[in-house]
C-alpha cells in the first residue's frame, strides 16, 4: 500500500475535505492508472485515454476552478491532487495540468461568457480536451520571441506559424495558441478541424512516454473575433497560465518522489547484500535519510505555497522557487532510488527509472530550472542576469 | 423511500496490525483505515437505488471520531446524511451490542430498506446483520448478489456454498446484507466531497438511543479472551503414498492418539 510521507504531520493542517480528495484520488491511481501506465510507456507512449471519463467524474480536470462544472478545491486540495496523479506518473499529472491549469484556465480568466459556456463544461467533464501551443521549434524559454503571427482580416484573423513540444496536440478538441499580433501577444482558441491547421505527434520520447507531445502547424488559419481570448493581453495572458501549472508542478513531483521513496524503501529492506538487508547498510541510510528529508522540505515549501495562493499572497517567483526546488529534489530522489535498485532499477517492473526520465522533461518544461534560476537571481538582485 | 447503510470502518486491508498491550484488540495508532470492503458494496447499492429514483441514503456507523472519515467518504460517495454513534459505553460491546446500537438507530429513522455488508474485514462475524433484522422485526436476507425491486419489496438472490442460488422475496421494511463484488463500487468525487461539508452529520451517544448499561463491555455476553497471532506449529508430518495408505496411516495415528 502506498501512504508518503508524513513526517512533519501535515495532514494535522489539512482540511477533511482535503485528505478525502487526496485519499480518493490516491486510490484511483492504485486501482485504475497503476495496472495499465507500464503496458502505455513500453509499447507505444501512449495516454491511457479510456481513463479519461474516470478521471472527469473524479472531477479532476479544472479542480480548483469555481463554477462551470469545476469542484472549486481550495489550492492546497488542488495541489494533493496533482501529488497523488504524478504519483502515478508526470504524464498523468501533466494531462490534467495542461487540462486545467493551461486549458480551462486562461478560458476562465480570459474568456468570454460564450467562451466559458461553449468550453469549460466540456472540458470538466473531459469530452473536450485542450492544448496550450506556445512554444516554438526556435523559442522555448524565450517564448516571447515567437515567430507564430495572427493578423486581423475583416472582423477576424488569419494565423501563420508552427508550435512544438505540445502537450495532448494530435488529442485536442481545442488548441488555445498563441501569437504575435500588431497589438502584442494574444491567445486564440482554434477548434478541431478547422481548416490550414494539423497536429503531428512527435515520436522516439525518452521521456514522459505516457503522455503524447506533438507538433502543430497553422497555414492561413482564419478565426473569427469569437475565437480569441478577449481579456489576454501581452504576455502576462501566458505567463499566468504558466504560473497556475508550475503551482502544480511544484505538488506534483513531490508524488513521483514519494512513489520512487516508497518502492526503495522495501525493496532496501528486502534485499539482501553481502551479509544484511541493503537497508542495515549505513551508506543506504544516509541516502534514504537525505531522501526523506527532501521530501519533507518539498512538501513544507509546496503546502506554504498552497495556503499563500488561497489567501491571495502567491507571488509568481514564490512558485518559482517551489518549481525549480521540488522538481530538482525529486529528479535526486529518483536517480538516487534508481542508483539503490541495481540491475532491477533499470526494468519497468519497477517505478524509479520511468519518474527519473519523466522528471527530465518536468526539470524542461514550465521554465527550466536554469530560468527559474534567473528569475530569482532577478528577484535578489533586482537586475535581470546578462 | 428511505435507505440506511451500516458502515463499519476497519484497518486498512494492507495496515501492518500489531496486538496491543492487553492482548485484546489491536494497536490502533498510526495505521490506515478504510470502510468495510462489504459495506462499500452495500453503499453502492443504495446510491443506485437513488440514482434511479427517490431516495434519501442515511448512512450510520459505531466508533470513535477516527469513523466520521468513513461517513464523510460516503457523504462524498452520494450519500445524504450521516450518523455517528460515539461512546465510550460502545467500547468492548460484542455483536449482539453492535446489532443493539444498530437496531436502535433503525428505530429511530424507520428506513424501508436497511442495506449493510455480509461480514467486516476485521471482525468476520457474519452476525450483526441478522440480529440487527431480529431486533428490528423485518425480514432479511444474507450473502445477496443481487436484489431488484418486486412488488412491495425485493427479490434477493443469495449466494449459497457450491454456486448455487436461492431466492427470497423479502416485504418492506427488510434488511439486506451483501456479498462482495455484486457491483462496481463509485469513488467519491471532488464535487460530492465538497458539497458533502454541508451535508449532516449527527453525534449521538448510547444515552441517545435509550442503551445506557446495556450495551459495552459490560453487558457482553462473548468477551475477547485474547487475540494472537497463530504459533509456528512444530512435528508436522506429511504422510505420502495411495488414498488407502494415507487413510489407514491416519487413522492409526488418530487412535495412537487416543482422539477416536
Ligand atoms: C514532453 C514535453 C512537453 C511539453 N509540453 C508543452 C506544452 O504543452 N506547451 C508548450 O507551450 N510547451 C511545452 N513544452 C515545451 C517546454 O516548455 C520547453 O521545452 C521549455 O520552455 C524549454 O524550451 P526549449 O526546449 O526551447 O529549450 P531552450 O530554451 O533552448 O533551453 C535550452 C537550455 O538553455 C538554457 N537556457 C535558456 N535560456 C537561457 C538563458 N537566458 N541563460 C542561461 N541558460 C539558458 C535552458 O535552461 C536549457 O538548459 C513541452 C516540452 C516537453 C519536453
Ligand atoms: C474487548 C473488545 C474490544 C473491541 N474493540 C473494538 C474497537 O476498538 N473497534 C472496533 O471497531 N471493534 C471493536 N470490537 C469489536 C466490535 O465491538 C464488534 O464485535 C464488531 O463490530 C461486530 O462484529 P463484526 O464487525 O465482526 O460484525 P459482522 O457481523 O461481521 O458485521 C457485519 C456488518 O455489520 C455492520 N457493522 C458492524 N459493526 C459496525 C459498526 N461499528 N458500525 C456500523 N455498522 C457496523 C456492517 O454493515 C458490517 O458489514 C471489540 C470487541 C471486544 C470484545
Not at chain 1, 495496472?35 to 474516470?54: A, W
Not at chain 1, 509568481?316 to 522538481?327: E, I, L, P
Request: aromatic share 6%.
Amino acid at each position: 500500500m502506498f501512504e508518503g510521507v508524513d513526517f512533519m504531520l501535515l495532514d494535522e493542517e489539512l482540511a477533511d475535505e482535503e485528505i478525502l480528495a487526496r485519499d480518493t484520488v490516491r486510490n484511483w491511481v492504485t486501482q485504475e492508472f497503476m495496472p495499465v501506465i507500464q503496458e502505455h510507456v513500453r509499447k507505444d507512449g501512449s495516454f491511457p485515454m479510456e481513463l479519461v471519463p474516470g478521471i472527469a467524474e473524479l472531477g479532476l480536470f479544472g479542480a480548483n476552478l469555481h463554477g462551470y462544472g469545476c469542484a472549486g478545491m481550495s489550492n492546497v486540495g488542488y495541489g494533493l491532487v496533482m501529488q497523488e496523479l504524478e504519483r502515478g506518473d508526470s504524464g498523468l499529472r501533466s494531462f490534467a495540468s495542461v487540462q486545467g491549469s493551461l486549458c480551462m484556465y486562461p478560458i476562465h480568466a480570459f474568456g468570454s461568457e460564450a467562451q466559458k459556456e461553449k468550453y469549460l463544461p466540456a472540458m470538466a467533464a473531459g469530452e473536450s480536451i485542450g492544448c496550450f501551443g506556445l512554444t516554438e521549434p526556435d523559442f522555448g524559454s524565450f517564448a516571447q520571441g515567437m515567430r507564430t503571427k495572427a493578423v486581423r482580416k475583416g472582423d477576424g484573423w488569419i494565423l501563420n506559424g508552427t508550435k512544438r513540444w505540445i502537450t495532448n496536440g494530435s488529442l485536442a478538441h481545442v488548441s488555445i495558441v498563441w501569437a504575435q499580433t500588431e497589438e502584442g501577444v494574444r491567445g486564440f482558441l482554434i477548434d478541431r478541424g478547422t481548416p490550414g491547421f494539423e497536429a503531428r505527434d512527435i515520436k522516439g520520447k525518452f521521456s514522459l512516454r505516457g503522455s503524447v507531445t506533438s507538433e502543430l502547424f497553422l497555414q492561413d488559419v482564419e478565426l473569427s473575433e469569437e475565437n480569441r481570448l478577449p481579456e489576454a493581453k501581452g504576455m502576462k495572458g501566458p505567463l499566468s497560465c504558466l504560473t497556475q501549472a508550475r503551482y502544480g508542478i511544484a505538488w506534483g513531483v513531490i508524488g513521483a518522489a514519494m512513489a520512487c521513496f516508497d518502492e526503495v524503501v522495501e525493496y532496501s529492506r528486502e534485499r539482501i547484500v553481502q551479509g544484511g538487508p541493503l537497508a542495515s547498510k549505513q551508506l543506504t541510510q544516509a541516502k534514504l535519510a537525505d531522501m526523506f528529508t527532501e521530501i519533507t522540505k518539498a512538501q513544507l515549501l509546496a503546502h506554504r505555497l498552497g495556503r499563500l495562493k488561497d489567501e491571495g499572497k502567491l507571488h509568481h517567483t514564490m512558485v518559482s522557487m517551489a518549481k525549480r526546488n521540488n522538481v530538482d529534489i525529486a529528479l535526486q530522489v529518483a536517480r538516487v532510488s534508481r542508483d539503490l535498485l541495481g540491475a532491477n532499477g533499470i526494468v519497468d517492473d519497477y517505478q524509479a527509472m520511468r519518474h527519473m526520465v519523466n522528471l527530465e522533461t518536468v526539470r524542461t518544461y514550465e521554465g527550466t530550472h536554469d530560468i527559474h534560476t534567473l528569475i530569482l537571481g532577478e528577484h535578489i538582485t533586482k537586475m535581470r542576469a546578462l | 423511500m428511505k435507505i440506511l447503510v451500516c458502515l463499519k470502518q476497519v484497518p486498512h486491508q494492507d495496515a501492518r496490525l500489531d496486538i496491543d498491550g492487553a492482548g485484546t484488540w489491536i494497536k490502533e495508532d498510526g495505521i490506515k483505515f478504510e470502510i468495510n470492503s462489504y459495506d462499500t458494496f452495500a453503499l453502492e447499492e443504495a446510491l443506485r437505488i437513488k440514482d434511479a429514483g427517490e431516495a434519501e441514503v442515511v448512512v450510520v456507523s459505531i466508533g470513535p471520531d477516527r469513523v466520521t472519515q468513513a461517513l464523510r467518504t460516503a457523504l462524498g460517495m452520494g450519500a445524504d446524511r450521516a450518523i455517528h454513534v460515539k461512546d465510550a459505553e460502545i467500547d468492548g460491546s460484542d455483536t449482539l451490542g453492535i446489532a443493539k446500537v444498530l437496531a436502535a438507530v433503525a428505530k429511530e429513522e424507520s428506513p424501508d430498506l436497511v442495506l449493510m455488508g455480509l461480514m467486516s474485514d476485521d471482525g468476520n462475524a457474519s452476525a450483526v446483520p441478522p440480529m440487527m433484522a431480529e431486533l428490528m422485526g423485518v425480514p432479511s436476507a444474507t450473502a445477496v448478489m443481487k436484489a431488484t425491486p418486486e412488488g412491495d419489496g425485493y427479490r434477493c438472490e443469495r449466494e449459497l456454498e457450491g454456486g448455487a442460488l436461492e431466492v427470497v422475496d423479502l416485504a418492506k421494511p427488510c434488511l439486506i446484507a451483501v456479498q462482495s463484488g455484486l457491483n462496481q463500487v463509485r469513488y467519491a468525487s471532488l464535487k460530492g466531497i465538497m458539497a458533502a461539508k454541508k451535508k449532516p452529520m449527527d453525534t449521538k451517544s448510547a444515552g441517545d438511543l435509550g442503551l445506557s448499561g446495556v450495551v459495552g463491555a459490560a453487558g457482553a455476553k462473548a468477551q475477547i479472551e485474547k487475540i494472537y497471532a497463530p504459533v509456528r506449529g512444530e512435528g508436522a508430518e506429511i504422510i505420502e503414498g495411495s488414498t488407502d495408505e494415507v487413510v489407514t496411516q491416519l487413522v492409526g495415528k488418530i487412535k495412537e492418539l487416543g482422539l477416536l
